[in-house]
């Protein structure tokens, strides 16, 4: 569903060129949930923006669905991004719409009818199951309920894929743990692929997959959570999964 060949990014700044993520090369398959995980600053959000060139990349090609989004012209990136939905870390609703709005807005910029666009929002506060809070503003909601909006908002043009940068990040713990399983549901339910940002395992390790391992601007290491036969290779690797044997209790596929 997604491929990256070789796509690299470099910002110019006067202090000369800074190259934030090297050359990097994967493959994301048709309805996985797939993970990026690193440490802070290593390049795993550039990554993720790049799969709807939220981020442009400097080199190397964006495959998504079959097509080559570096290869669009505007027109044709803007409708390639309706298949592409995105969730954030920090929400970003629309604080003078309601969650109905919010959901809505999407489809408004998109050119849907009034009544299909309620029709659309009415499903989708159903799939997040907030059918009660259509009429609330954000102020109104606690954390995983503008979560669960933002996501409402993301599958509102009924994407192929979703992509998720640090969603849990801002959430407590037992929120946490419901809206992955939530994530987890929709992939079950629509055959959506995922990708997902954390630079918590816990949290890669409850939905996820496979899984990229990021650092300092590379790709190090791709695993297959699924296989106990396959350990991580790479310090950094074994420090994220926490692999080595000094804190390996509840490492699930690697116990």
């Given amino acids: 569903m997604i491929t990256l060949k070789e796509v690299s990014k470099t910002y110019r700044t006067k202090d000369g060129d800074f190259s934030a993520l090297v050359p990097v090369s994967l493959e994301v398959g048709e309805g996985e949930i797939f993970g990026i995980i690193g440490q802070s600053g290593a390049g795993k959000s550039t990554i993720l923006r790049m799969m709807n060139l939220l981020e442009k990349p400097s ?22 991004r309706r298949w592409i939905g995105m969730i954030f870390q920090h929400f970003y609703l629309l ?24 029709k659309r929002v009415k499903e989708c506060l159903e799939i997040v199951g907030l059918e009660d809070k259509a009429s609330s503003y954000p102020a109104q909601l606690s954390g995983g309920q503008k979560q669960r909006v933002a996501i409402a908002r993301a599958l509102a043009t009924e994407p192929k894929v979703l992509l998720c940068d640090e969603p ?23 055959g959506m692929t995922i990708v997902l940002v954390s630079h918590d395992m816990e949290v890669v390790k409850q939905v996820c997959g496979k899984i ?14 699924g296989r106990r036969d396959q350990q991580p290779k790479t310090e950094i690797a074994r420090l994220l999964l926490g692999s080595r044997p000094e804190v390996l209790k509840g490492v699930g596929a690697y116990v």
């Fill in 168 to 190: 849990t990040s801002a959430l407590d713990p037992q929120t946490t743990g419901s809206i992955l399983e939530f994530i987890r549901d929709i992939n079950k339910r629509f």
């Fill in 212 to 225: 990229a391992v990021v650092e300092k601007g590379s790709l190090i290491e791709t695993l297959d959570l």
């Fill in 59 to 80: 080199t190397g090609s964006v495959i998504v669905n079959g097509q080559n989004l570096s290869q669009c012209t505007p027109r044709e990136l803007r409708v390639a």
């Fill in 95 to 118: 604080q003078n719409r309601t969650a109905a709005d919010n959901i809505a807005f999407p489809l408004e910029i998109s050119g849907m009818s009034k009544k299909d666009r309620e």
